[in-house]
Each structure stands twice: as structure tokens, then as C-alpha cells.
């Protein structure tokens, strides 16, 4: 490690930040971390915690050989990821997904951050473009990067950042549940990190109960938005529950309200839909509406999730809420290494750069600050395979895109190149990871030989 090198600026300490910071600090590099909580706060965090997650617990499948995202964090665990090392430590029940203790996890990142000799954390704003004696800053200020950061940005580019809502599910307190008519049960009974098998607690529905469930999402009195916010899409994978409600009567069955795989052991039958609630801290004492982020207005909420099965009495420890996402069009104004075409001395990490979730948010914030040390140590910056989960979230959003279409994107099979020869279903997932970890091997080794 060495202090006699100028600092790396990393602004937002959010997971892309935190993750940055840590993955700078671990090369040897000095980094100032700069969070704006709570000198500013936002319309969405709550705490002065980094990393704090705001949507939802779940960083989704844990599944490395069969789903994308649970290769994109066993490929995070391999590159030392503070993010995932942290929701290992403090993951909650949740199926075949990784759910964390929101708490525990932020605090976890926090101590660990704060703790290391080469980290300066400073809570203030950066507002405007950083000082011109700055010469590598990470931007990872997120969906809620601050007005006049974002302007100023804007005004560099000469381009109009694209924006959409993005929607935040309610949580209820589980002793309010009534478990006469719920149950414990993962779909088809899989357990996941932590599980047994039984980590969600579902809610049935038969067909006019659904029916009359669904009427009143349509006809409950949503959220008046502000001038700045009209007119700006939703992104399709964090819609709001009534907005799916309004595509069609069926549209929440075949969605977050799907029955298959539940069985009902109250009924000993199949149901009409099914609401799954995912346990959110650690104590199980919280638990929240998987799929119902909502821009209802409070009172019309708790009438309607009333209306579920066994939430008759349901007691909310939080209710849903909106606020706006704003993220760059990537393609067009980053290069490889996510330097900002007009002004390469700023890179962009995490969710303003158009990935959509907080594993791909931390992994862009990983790459990000591994680039940044190199650059600063003046080593090779080597970009992982475009095989790998890493490379190809990275090719997405840096050329992979179409810049006249762009929109945020979560990692999958997708994304990567094809395969050789005609391998279908199950098979051809587990050829893509299994390629994957193989070439992002063979990429570690060649960076700790540059090193």
C-alpha cells in the first residue's frame, strides 16, 4: 500500500460507491469517499448508512450454475467484493434468492469502509462537476445523483439523461399476519442461502377474491406526480403493481401473483393467485409484498392490501413509494473503461450508468474502481471477458446497446456471446456459467500477473 499517491475521488456511497472505494483501497490506492447523507438527503434513503438499500432486500437467484445473476455474485465473490461478502454475512431466509438484513448489511459495509487506512469518508455534496485538481473521480451517486451534479453533467454532454420511476414495496410486521390463512412455503420448495424451503409466506386468492383485488388497484387514487416528473417511462422490471394491474385481468397472474409451485395446505388445492411476502431482517419480524411497489397514495394502500388473505389485519412497518430514476445513455457517452467521453479524468459507476439492480450496480462500481487503480498505479486495465457476467454487463451499457434505444438492463444469459454448437435449455445455462467462471479465472490470473 501506498499513501504518496494522489487520492481517487469516489462521490455516492451507495453500493456502486462503497464497492469502488473498497475494490480502490484494496490495490493500494487512497480514496476520498464522498456522501452527501446526511448534509442532503433523498427522496427515498432513510439513513446515513453507505450501501443502504431503499427497494427491496434481495439481490435476487443465488443460483451460479442456472442464472445469470447468481453468476454475476459468484464472480463477485471471486473478485472479493465487499458487497457480497457483506450480504453472505447477513443474508436472511429467502428461497432460492440472497435476501439480506437491510440494517445489518449497511452497517456492515459502514464499519468496514470506515475502518480501512487508505478510505477517507466525507459527508458533504458534490455540487456541480468536482474541482479541475481532481483528476480520477468515480460518479456513483445512483438513481438520485443531486440537481446540480446532474446538471452539470447535462451541460458537459450536451446530452439529456434518460429518467423513469422506479417503485418501492411496502412491509408489513409479521406478527400482523394471519397464519390461519397464510402459509410458509418457497416455490416448489426450494431452499436458498440460509433457507429451508419454506421462506416466503403466502397469500391465496381465489378467482373472485382476485378479481375484486384487482378492480380496486385500478380505482384507488394514486400519488400526484411534480412538473419535473411527468412524462417520464417506468422501467418495464420495477413497474408498479396497479400499472400491471390496468394491462389486462391476468397480467399479476402471470407476474409477481403467480400460484404455480404453492399449494395451499389450508385448501389442500391449487389457488387462483398467490401473493408472496419475503422476509426482510434478520429477526423475521418484517416481511414484505415481493413485486407490489406502489404509487397508491397511504391511506388507498392499506385498504387495499387489506383486501389479501390473511393481511386483513396486516400492520405496515412501511408503505410503498415512488421516486424518479435518472441514469446516462451510456453507449454514447462512455468509453470501455467508463470514462466519460468529454471529460475522461470522470467515471460513472452503478445505476446512473443504465444497469438496473443492486448486484449490477456493485459489479459496475467493482470494474470501476479496479480500472481507477490501475490507471492510477499505471498498470494495464485489462476489461474481463465478454463471456463473463462482469464483461457482459460491461459491453452492454459501454457499445453492446443500441445508444438510440438504451434503457437500464439486468444481466442475463442475453448479453452474452453465443455458444458453440446446439446446446438447449437447462444445458445451455449451465454452459454459460460454466464458461464464464473458467474465463474469469484465467482473467484474475492474468491481472494479479500484471499487477
Known amino acids: 500500500m501506498s499513501t504518496s499517491l494522489l487520492p481517487i475521488h469516489v462521490i455516492g456511497g451507495g453500493l456502486a460507491g462503497s464497492e469502488a472505494a473498497w ?56 473478485c472479493d467484493s465487499l458487497i457480497l461478502r457483506c450480504a453472505d454475512a447477513h443474508k436472511v431466509p429467502a428461497g432460492g434468492a440472497l435476501a439480506v438484513d437491510r440494517d445489518a448489511f449497511s452497517a456492515a459495509v459502514s464499519d468496514t469502509i470506515s475502518r480501512h487506512p487508505l478510505v477517507t469518508l466525507v459527508r458533504e455534496e458534490v455540487a456541480g462537476l468536482p ?16 440537481p446540480a451534479l446532474a446538471e452539470a ?6 446530452e439529456e439523461s434518460l429518467a423513469f420511476f422506479d417503485a418501492i414495496a411496502p412491509i408489513v410486521y409479521t406478527e400482523s399476519i394471519d397464519l390461519s390463512k397464510a402459509w410458509f412455503q418457497s416455490r416448489y420448495d426450494k431452499p436458498g442461502p440460509g433457507g429451508t424451503g419454506k421462506d416466503y409466506i403466502n397469500c391465496a386468492m381465489d378467482r373472485d377474491q382476485y378479481t375484486a383485488f384487482i378492480q380496486a388497484l385500478i380505482d384507488a387514487p ?63 419480524t418484517l416481511y414484505n409484498l415481493v413485486g407490489f411497489q406502489t404509487k ?23 408503505l410503498g413509494g415512488m421516486h424518479r430514476n435518472t441514469f446516462l445513455n451510456s453507449p454514447k457517452l462512455l468509453d470501455r473503461e467508463m470514462r466519460l467521453k468529454a471529460m475522461p479524468r470522470l467515471r460513472f459507476a452503478g445505476q446512473v450508468t443504465g444497469v438496473e439492480g443492486y448486484v449490477e450496480s456493485a459489479a459496475i462500481g467493482l470494474l470501476t474502481g479496479r480500472f481507477s487503480a490501475a490507471e492510477r498505479l499505471g498498470q494495464p486495465s485489462v476489461s474481463p471477458p465478454p463471456t463473463t457476467a462482469l464483461g457482459a454487463l460491461l459491453n452492454h451499457i459501454t457499445g453492446g446497446a443500441e445508444a438510440e434505444t438504451f434503457q437500464p438492463m439486468n444481466v442475463n ?39
Open 153 to 158: 453533467v447535462r451541460e458537459l454532454t450536451g
Open 222 to 284: 394514486k400519488t400526484d406526480f411534480k412538473e419535473w416528473e411527468k412524462n417520464t417511462p417506468y422501467f418495464e422490471g420495477c413497474l408498479p403493481i396497479e400499472v400491471m394491474a390496468s394491462r389486462g385481468i391476468d397480467t399479476l397472474r402471470y407476474g409477481p401473483m403467480k400460484p404455480v409451485g404453492l399449494t395451499n395446505p389450508h385448501t389442500g388445492g391449487r389457488s387462483h393467485a398467490i401473493v408472496q411476502l419475503r422476509q426482510d431482517n434478520a429477526l423475521g
Open 131 to 146: 474541482p479541475e485538481d481532481w483528476d480520477s473521480v468515480i460518479v456513483a451517486t445512483g438513481p438520485l445523483t443531486s
Open 23 to 78: 475494490q480502490i483501497a484494496s490495490a493500494g490506492v487512497p480514496v476520498v469517499l464522498h456522501e452527501m447523507r446526511p448534509v442532503r438527503k433523498t427522496e427515498a434513503h432513510q439513513t446515513e448508512g453507505l450501501a443502504e438499500m431503499v427497494c427491496s432486500n434481495s439481490f435476487r437467484s443465488d443460483d451460479a450454475e442456472y442464472n445469470a445473476v447468481g453468476l454475476l455474485h459468484e464472480e463477485m465473490r471471486r
Open 413 to 451: 444469459f442475453g448479453l452474452f456471446p453465443d455458444l458453440e454448437g446446439k446446446i438447449k435449455g437447462r444445458d445451455r445455462k449451465l454452459a454459460f456459467t460454466r464458461r464464464a467462471l473458467a474465463d474469469l479465472d484465467g482473467w484474475l490470473g492474468r491481472q494479479s500477473q500484471a499487477a
Open 296 to 318: 397508491m397514495k397511504y391511506a388507498d394502500q392499506t385498504r387495499v392490501f387489506r383486501m389479501i388473505p390473511g393481511l386483513e389485519n396486516a400492520e405496515f412497518a412501511r
